[in-house]
């Protein structure tokens, strides 16, 4: 059966205390949004739904950016949960199958867990994710009896028995599409918030005689992020996880606490990772790689064999080939390196292409930006481009060509030529301690003044 997603991310954030929009504040490289819409993926969803609001354009561009497939709907005012499902509910008129409702603050449900909800719908109508709370807090509370769900009552409508209870309402819930767009239409807002719940959808389904049910998770799967402290501890909880699952994996991390993935990074096995290295978004590196310590990498491709670091920074459409060594003190942007390339110390590569096997001396600049425009080097196989050489893009080195040290290169070079271009070195006998003598008179006189 086809699933429909509606991810609901029209809340401000009040408590993020900030211009943006709380579902694109990021926990690994990656907008909370991206998170919960990974999750919900992996069900691979005939559709997908995001609900926006507050920066409802930005919230649609980075859910687009994600997946160019997904429908926004704006919802305006946000008059609650029940409302939002409402809000998505044209787009998804007609729909077979369920619909999922995801938060676009809680980045952490496993796609196990969605499936069991999905698996639990064989016994009821609605089915609601729950969780044990260790600090049950202000959460919604799950009222049961035996495997059925009776109601969620929201904690500020809460008897004191009833805010007893530690079951609490995740906010995930899966029903028929057509179901919960019934079901949702009729809640009403007569509650100490005055908004439409959508946990009202229990007891509205249970008095037309459709049963509800509850699947339980772990806590640490449900963490919202509603504040500050809370991203940070989204953050905490996703990288001990992440460099856990490297490990099984098969990557060794040598300092597994001080490295820190991408919620998209990729990472073969038999890679040795050394302590301190950044993965934003969009990396991806292959069995058997070396990355050593210090290094920054986004958006880049590092292949098997490759050597990178330490305090290597590679930006996005960096792409390294078979045993490419990047040293120290190196940034490469957009810039394919073949196989065998070795580019070992204090140099910027961009907007570039070298041919495999060439060596890249100390200190080599690409210079590929004219202030408006950006321009293009490319380099040949086995070319040699001496310490200090300064490419003015847009140029050409052949392969097997040679540039000489300290030379500014501003027209192609031809295969197997050596380019050369800097001032004819003088040498004038004697001068240097000439030269001393003086300063060192002057100096004096200098001191004696005072
Ligand atoms: C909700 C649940 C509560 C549950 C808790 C779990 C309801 C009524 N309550 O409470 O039972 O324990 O989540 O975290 O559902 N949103 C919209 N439009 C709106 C209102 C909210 O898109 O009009 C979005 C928010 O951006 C957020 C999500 O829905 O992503 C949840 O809203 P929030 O206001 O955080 O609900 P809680 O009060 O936390
Ligand atoms: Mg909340």
Known sequence: MPVSLIVLAAGLGTRMNSDLPKVLHHVAAAPLLHHAMTAGRALDPARVVVVAGHEAEAVTRSAQAFDESVQVVVQEPQLGTAHAVTTAAPLLAGAAGDA?????????????TLQAMLEARAQHAVVILG?????AGRYGRLIVNGDRLEKIVEYKDATDSERAVTLCNSGVVCADAKTLFDLVAQVGNDNAAGEYYLTDIVQIARAAGLSAGVVICDESETLGVNTREQLAQAEAAFQTRARAEAMENGVTLTAPETVFFGLDTYVGRDTTIAPNVFFGAGVT??????????????????????????????????????????????EIKNAILDEGVKVGHLTYLGDAHVGEFTNIGAGTI???????????TTIGKRAFIGSDTMLVAPVKVGDGALTASGSVITQDVPPEALAISRAAQQNKAGLATKLFDRLKAIKAAKSKDK
């Not at 969780?131 to 600090?135: H, I, V």
Request: charged residues 25%; hydrophobic residues 35%.
């Open 131 to 135: 969780f044990q709370a260790r600090d």
């Open 100 to 112: 999922i409702v995801l938060y676009g603050d809680t980045p952490f449900i496993r796609p196990e």
């Open 366 to 376: 690409t210079c590929n930006y004219d202030g408006v425009m950006k321009h293009r």
């Open 285 to 330: 590196v292959e069995s058997g790689a070396e990355i050593k310590s210090f290094c920054h990498l986004e958006g880049c491709h590092i292949s098997r064999g490759a050597v990178v670091g330490p305090f290597a920074r590679l930006r996005p459409g960096a792409e390294l080939a078979e045993d490419v060594h990047v040293g120290n003190f190196v």
